[in-house]
């Protein structure tokens, strides 16, 4: 395979990379994609929007061959083609990022990179050394500071970001697709990420590109196509269309207000923390927690924002420091006991510590509460949690055929409204939201940023923990910023400004 298409073919010769025309693919009870179509030009970077169930993912698997369509044509560099396989479509140099990364955690950078093609000596092992000035290579040409002896699972989500990228890269693919590649990095991170993008299509790539964040939309992208149930709507040129038309274009209607914040009165302490360690990782954190309160917690990618909320919750108890809830010590060292006092946690990462996939939608709405209200002499008023399950459902606007529906079919901005509405039946006190709105649409977006607000006004203390930071100035009452952890700083609403964070969190 040649290093580059345009080795052997000059980029002014190709006027699209690929072409998708007509495209139709249904599911049992769902018509997933309907006359669906996209173009691609060499060296650029080509956006597609729209909201959860829009039908983006099921185009890109149809690309990259992990569905076949029902209808329509598919054309690579102006020839059609029919690919068989996700390894076919390697070959043809279509590579797919997808938002939930698929790393082996005990194999090293280098072998998750070259895993099936790793360079053997005469004696058929593995020749580590070629691996690894490879990888070097590959990591230079990138510009990507790794150690390719490191074990994958030593990494933060933002390298191992960058380890699927190179892995891609690795291919010599010319068409990739990035799935909501920023969903868990900073904007430090993201713009690293970037760098990378503009040095990969500098080089004639052509590069899908998911996302659900604007800003980042217009930073990196030339032309974006919009999609709504399943259907395209056309594509624009950034620069000549607006946030608020790809807004109206993406949900059918106005989004007035994206950060949906009114007024609550803020009541008393319901969660006091003193001096919360844990060896390592965080040390003297110390905050207070009011009914009706949203506290923000920002900081970099290893700041331990995530971890504090883990002890909080009794996942990985704290080494030192105390808890008190409504004025009373509690020891709080499994997650059933954070449950007993009014607690609740949204986790980060809805893959690995939140959905489970296998089962289906309404067993992952009730699963929080079977030994809860909904129990007696141990049997489950299951009608009553069924139809409670439907209208929590109903309300954050789940897209799904039926409570039936296994949790796998579902996109992941839905899953994350399954987990959401999960949580709020325990009724909880005290709710804890890891980056809540992670691979989340920007209609669902402003849904639940006023659902959030609805339940503070209702007295409800919560926690918020983003790495987007119009989502944390936006919707936060208080913002504690965090670095390597410690807790650097306390901002007020009126006072806070994205300059001021990063200030504090790169202490």
């Given at each position: 395979?040649?290093?580059?298409?345009?080795?052997?073919?000059?980029?002014?010769?190709?006027?699209?990379?690929?072409?998708?025309?007509?495209?139709?693919?249904?599911?049992?009870?769902?018509?997933?994609?309907?006359?669906?179509?996209?173009?691609?030009?060499?060296?650029?970077?080509?956006?597609?929007?729209?909201?959860?169930?829009?039908?983006?993912?099921?185009?890109?698997?149809?690309?990259?061959?992990?569905?076949?369509?029902?209808?329509?044509?598919?054309?690579?560099?102006?020839?059609?083609?029919?690919?068989?396989?996700?390894?076919?479509?390697?070959?043809?140099?279509?590579?797919?990022?997808?938002?939930?990364?698929?790393?082996?955690?005990?194999?090293?950078?280098?072998?998750?990179?070259?895993?099936?093609?790793?360079?053997?000596?005469?004696?058929?092992?593995?020749?580590?050394?070629?691996?690894?000035?490879?990888?070097?290579?590959?990591?230079?040409?990138?510009?990507?500071?790794?150690?390719?002896?490191?074990?994958?699972?030593?990494?933060?989500?933002?390298?191992?970001?960058?380890?699927?990228?190179?892995?891609?890269?690795?291919?010599?693919?010319?068409?990739?697709?990035?799935?909501?590649?920023?969903?868990?990095?900073?904007?430090?991170?993201?713009?690293?990420?970037?760098?990378?993008?503009?040095?990969?299509?500098?080089?004639?790539?052509?590069?899908?590109?998911?996302?659900?964040?604007?800003?980042?939309?217009?930073?990196?992208?030339?032309?974006?196509?919009?999609?709504?149930?399943?259907?395209?709507?056309?594509?624009h040129d950034t620069k000549d269309v607006t946030r608020?038309?790809?807004?109206?274009?993406?949900?059918?209607?106005?989004?007035?207000?994206?950060?949906?914040?009114?007024?609550?009165?803020?009541?008393?302490?319901?969660?006091?923390?003193?001096?919360?360690?844990?060896?390592?990782?965080?040390?003297?954190?110390?905050?207070?927690?009011?009914?009706?309160?949203?506290?923000?917690?920002?900081?970099?990618?290893?700041?331990?924002?995530?971890?504090?909320?883990?002890?909080?919750?009794?996942?990985?108890?704290?080494?030192?420091?105390?808890?008190?809830?409504?004025?009373?010590?509690?020891?709080?060292?499994?997650?059933?006991?954070?449950?007993?006092?009014?607690?609740?946690?949204?986790?980060?990462?809805?893959?690995?510590?939140?959905?489970?996939?296998?089962?289906?939608?309404?067993?992952?709405?009730?699963?929080?509460?079977?030994?809860?209200?909904?129990?007696?002499?141990?049997?489950?008023?299951?009608?009553?949690?069924?139809?409670?399950?439907?209208?929590?459902?109903?309300?954050?606007?789940?897209?799904?055929?039926?409570?039936?529906?296994?949790?796998?079919?579902?996109?992941?901005?839905?899953?994350?409204?399954?987990?959401?509405?999960?949580?709020?039946?325990?009724?909880p006190k005290i709710l804890i939201l890891d980056e809540?709105?992670?691979?989340?649409?920007?209609?669902?977006?402003?849904?639940?940023?006023?659902?959030?607000?609805?339940?503070?006004?209702?007295?409800?203390?919560?926690?918020?923990?983003?790495?987007?930071?119009?989502?944390?100035?936006?919707?936060?009452?208080?913002?504690?910023?965090?670095?390597?952890?410690?807790?650097?700083?306390?901002?007020?609403?009126?006072?806070?400004?994205?300059?001021?964070?990063?200030?504090?969190?790169?202490?």
């Amino acid at each position: 395979m040649p290093n580059s298409l345009f080795e052997n073919t000059p980029n002014q010769k190709i006027k699209y990379l690929l072409e998708v025309e007509h495209v139709r693919k249904e599911f049992p009870g769902v018509l997933a994609l309907d006359d669906a179509s996209l173009r691609l030009k060499p060296s650029s970077v080509h956006a597609v929007v729209g909201e959860n169930g829009a039908g983006k993912s099921t185009l890109m698997n149809i690309i990259s061959c992990i569905y076949q369509p029902d209808q329509g044509v598919l054309r690579l560099r102006g020839e059609e083609i029919h690919l068989n396989s996700p390894l076919d479509a390697l070959k043809n140099g279509i590579a797919m990022i997808h938002q939930e990364l698929n790393l082996m955690p005990s194999m090293t950078v280098a072998e998750n990179i070259w895993i099936g093609r790793e360079p053997m000596t005469r004696f058929r092992f593995i020749d580590h050394r070629k691996l690894h000035s490879r990888t070097s290579d590959l990591f230079h040409r990138l510009n990507i500071d790794l150690d390719p002896e490191i074990e994958v699972k030593a990494l933060t989500v933002a390298n191992r970001q960058l380890v699927e990228i190179a892995k891609a890269v690795s291919y010599n693919s010319d068409i990739l697709i990035m799935d909501e590649p920023t969903s868990a990095l900073t904007e430090r991170d993201a713009e690293r990420l970037f760098r990378i993008i503009r040095t990969l299509k500098a080089e004639g790539k052509g590069i899908i590109y998911i996302t659900h964040k604007m800003g980042e939309l217009f930073e990196i992208a030339d032309e974006v196509s919009v999609f709504r149930d399943g259907r395209y709507l056309g594509t624009h040129d950034t620069k000549d269309v607006t946030r608020d038309d790809i807004f109206r274009m993406m949900v059918g209607r106005e989004i007035t207000q994206m950060f949906p914040k009114q007024s609550a009165a803020i009541g008393d302490v319901v969660l006091a923390v003193k001096d919360l360690g844990l060896h390592g990782i965080f040390t003297d954190i110390s905050f207070e927690l009011r009914a009706g309160e949203i506290l923000g917690f920002a900081g970099l990618v290893g700041s331990g924002r995530s971890n504090i909320a883990e002890a909080l919750f009794g996942i990985t108890p704290a080494s030192s420091g105390s808890i008190s809830i409504n004025g009373k010590a509690v020891i709080v060292d499994t997650p059933a006991k954070a449950m007993a006092n009014g607690m609740a946690f949204l986790t980060e990462d809805r893959k690995e510590t939140g959905c489970f996939l296998i089962l289906d939608v309404l067993e992952n709405t009730q699963i929080a509460v079977l030994n809860n209200n909904y129990v007696t002499n141990g049997f489950v008023a299951q009608s009553a949690l069924t139809n409670n399950c439907e209208k929590i459902s109903q309300a954050l606007r789940v897209k799904t055929p039926t409570m039936q529906e296994t949790m796998l079919n579902l996109s992941g901005g839905n899953q994350q409204k399954v987990l959401i509405a999960r949580w709020l039946l325990t009724k909880p006190k005290i709710l804890i939201l890891d980056e809540p709105t992670r691979g989340i649409d920007v209609g669902a977006k402003a849904e639940i940023h006023r659902l959030i607000s609805n339940l503070v006004a209702e007295g409800m203390a919560v926690i918020m923990i983003s790495s987007e930071m119009p989502e944390i100035l936006g919707m936060s009452d208080r913002i504690i910023v965090l670095h390597e952890g410690r807790i650097t700083g306390f901002l007020n609403r009126d006072e806070a400004d994205q300059v001021k964070i990063m200030e504090l969190a790169s202490q």
